[in-house]
């Protein structure tokens, strides 16, 4: 798995309880997606959840495969110092791949307004 070394992955429960927690929701018709600015400068690290009740682990793994997918293209581009945990909806499993896109793009958008900053008269 050298596209998604450890350094980039949330491992432990507890990272992903702080993320839930102390993170910020960002909802879409595709996924749900929680994030917070962490106090690193390291490149931000990604967490895939998905509840039993979208299906057998045949299809939860199908629907995280497709979003980890989009989100490894994209990751460059993910603000540095980022703790992220995306709960994919039954409704990636049928999204054709350019709204996945779509949706993805306007995540990073959203963070990139929120952790550029401000700039203040000196």
Sequence with gaps: M????????????SEFR??????VKHSCPI???????TDTSAPARFGFTCPRALGK??????????????????R?????GMDLVFNPRKALL???WSEVERHVEKLLLR????????SSPS
């Design 111 to 118: 963070l990139e307004q929120q952790c550029v900053p401000s």
């Design 76 to 80: 460059e581009r993910f603000p540095l």
């Design 31 to 37: 996924f749900a997606c929680f994030y917070r600015k």
């Design 94 to 96: 049928d999204a054709p």
């Design 18 to 23: 702080q993320t839930y927690d102390g993170g």
């Design 57 to 74: 682990a045949v299809v939860r793994n199908r629907i995280k495969r497709r979003l980890r997918e989009c989100v490894r293209l994209k």
């Design 2 to 13: 050298p596209d998604y070394p450890k350094s980039v992955r949330l491992l432990r429960p």
